[in-house]
């Protein structure tokens, strides 16, 4: 669902699937993930939204 979202320049549902725990870095059957997703179709909004919530999270697992 993530990566429909993000292709389809669906913000809000981006959001509301981050919030709810989806897993951003889950790719699909090209190798992609929801950040590439946004990226090819052109949706700068959401690619670095999930770009930041991505490295939020890489960090977060460094310091715990």
């Known amino acids: 669902p993530l990566h429909v979202a993000?292709?389809?320049g669906q913000f809000q549902a981006v959001k509301f699937?981050?919030?709810q725990g989806c897993n951003i870095l889950?790719?699909?059957r090209w190798g992609n993930n929801s950040?590439?997703?946004a990226d090819l179709e052109g949706?700068?909004?959401i690619s670095?939204?999930?770009s930041e919530i991505s490295y939020?999270?890489?960090l977060?697992?460094?310091i715990f």
Do not use: R
């Open 6 to 8: 993000a292709s389809a």
């Open 17 to 19: 699937l981050v919030e």
């Open 26 to 28: 889950a790719q699909d």
């Open 35 to 37: 950040v590439d997703s």
């Open 43 to 45: 949706h700068t909004q």
């Open 48 to 50: 670095s939204y999930l």
């Open 56 to 58: 939020e999270l890489f």
């Open 60 to 62: 977060n697992e460094l």
